[in-house]
């Protein structure tokens, strides 16, 4: 698998244990110095963002992550792109278009993780 098969890889199953509400395996996902910024400007550590997931703060129906580009310098992956999300926010019905920068970091197995993303609402 190549390093760019390997980052997809590692987004798409991101995304899908958000929407599962998989909270161990998104903790196995991101590095644990991970800082998530929603696209209202919350700034998150793993763990607060990891119990808003556990609590159904935020429940994800769907995701959709188009990318639209991967650059990858030694062992960091930045990768820009679109998140379409569905779901429930605190119980209501929600919609998110969001542009996005996923920052990923790639540990001593080989495994992509996120260290750092952005969410911004698109315009």
């Given at each position: 698998?190549?390093?760019?098969?390997?980052?997809?890889?590692?987004?798409?199953?991101?995304?899908?244990?958000?929407?599962?509400?998989?909270?161990?395996?998104?903790?196995?996902?991101?590095?644990?110095?991970?800082?998530?910024?929603?696209?209202?400007?919350?700034?998150?550590?793993?763990?607060?963002?990891?119990?808003?997931?556990?609590?159904?703060?935020?429940?994800?129906?769907?995701?959709?992550?188009?990318?639209?580009?991967i650059q990858i310098y030694d062992n960091i992956a930045i990768?820009?792109?679109?998140?379409?999300?569905y779901g429930e926010l605190r119980g209501e019905q929600m919609?998110?278009?969001?542009?996005?920068?996923?920052?990923?970091?790639?540990?001593?197995?080989?495994?992509?993780?996120?260290?750092?993303?952005?969410?911004?609402?698109?315009a």
């Amino acid at each position: 698998m190549t390093p760019t098969q390997a980052i997809l890889s590692a987004e798409a199953d991101r995304y899908r244990a958000m929407i599962a509400g998989d909270v161990e395996a998104l903790r196995a996902a991101c590095d644990p110095k991970l800082r998530y910024v929603s696209s209202v400007g919350i700034a998150d550590t793993l763990d607060s963002w990891l119990a808003k997931i556990e609590t159904e703060m935020f429940r994800y129906e769907r995701i959709e992550h188009p990318v639209d580009s991967i650059q990858i310098y030694d062992n960091i992956a930045i990768v820009h792109g679109r998140m379409l999300a569905y779901g429930e926010l605190r119980g209501e019905q929600m919609a998110l278009s969001t542009i996005t920068v996923s920052v990923l970091k790639c540990d001593d197995e080989g495994d992509w993780r996120l260290l750092a993303f952005q969410a911004t609402a698109a315009a």
